[in-house]
């Protein structure tokens, strides 16, 4: 394997990856210095990259010089701490809520949602204009209605948790909305998420929510512009479509894709 190296702005190589690993080892290239090879879309720190490689032998005083930068075009070295900003995910979130809402209404429809609306409507209308209205009638109305609309409500949260985790766990590594304005969704090493970790991301925009949005403004000043969801999932997004990096990224998750709570 063939591995580029960046330092100070300049990229340099390519270098075999034995050589690599003996130049950290001797202490000649810093496990600071960035590193890529085909297949990843970021560079990524040596010591991320070759972690069971350490300096054996005191660091040399002075680096080894580096040969030629290599010309473009390669991912841009600092494209992993490219984070999308908040109106920019405000505005992707906007656009999948009117994707999804289609199949919300359909689902309604499907489940006699508007068979149940229209006589609770009509029992409202009837409740206010006669005194002498059964109450029962209403009552009725409302059970009908809610025993409708329970399980479609039901029925598109399911959906809508579907289109996020399928979306942002698949090779576009967003939904149809961050698509369109170019951004993704990523490990904390800018690697694409595994399904299990975005089933676990869309729940906890619940916890988001319930703490008066607080957790969606947290991506206003959260260093990484992380929203509460991102913390529980460790997650960012980054400006960037997937499928303009060269190869996907290898998971950097560990074999059973943990996620901090």
Not at 78 to 84: K, L, N, R, V, Y
Request: glycine residues 8%; charged residues 15%; aromatic residues 10%.
């Amino acid at each position: 394997m063939e591995v580029w190296i960046g330092r100070d702005g300049e990229r340099h190589g390519p270098y075999n990856e034995g050589d690599i690993r003996q130049w950290l080892r001797s202490g000649q290239v810093s496990r600071d210095d960035l590193g890529w090879y085909e297949g990843l879309a970021d560079w990524q720190s040596l010591a991320i990259l070759f972690p069971e490689e350490r300096p054996v032998a005191p660091p040399a005083s002075v680096p080894p010089m580096l040969p030629t930068p290599l010309p473009q075009p390669l991912p841009a070295m600092a494209s992993i701490e490219d984070d999308a900003g908040f109106w920019k995910r405000v505005g992707a979130y906007l656009l999948d809520t009117i994707i999804l809402y289609i199949p919300g209404l359909l689902i309604q429809k499907m489940m006699g949602g508007d068979a149940a609306q229209a006589a609770l409507q009509a029992a409202v209308a009837d409740a206010q204009t006669s005194a002498a209205s059964d109450p029962t009638a209403l009552f009725a109305a409302f059970g009908q209605y809610y025993s409708v609309m329970v399980p479609a409500i039901i029925a598109i949260t399911v959906v809508t948790w579907l289109y996020f985790a399928l979306c942002e766990s698949s090779a576009w590594q967003a939904t149809p909305g961050k698509l369109a304005l170019g951004i993704r969704v990523t490990d904390m090493h800018g690697a694409r998420i595994s399904l299990p970790r975005a089933l676990a991301r869309y729940p906890a925009k619940y916890l988001s929510s319930l703490i008066f949005g607080i957790g969606f403004l947290m991506v206003a000043w959260t260093q990484r512009k992380q929203g509460l969801h991102d913390l529980i999932a460790g997650t960012l997004v980054l400006n960037g479509r997937a499928n303009e990096a060269k190869g996907q990224p290898k998971r950097t998750d560990n074999s059973t894709d943990s996620f901090s709570a």
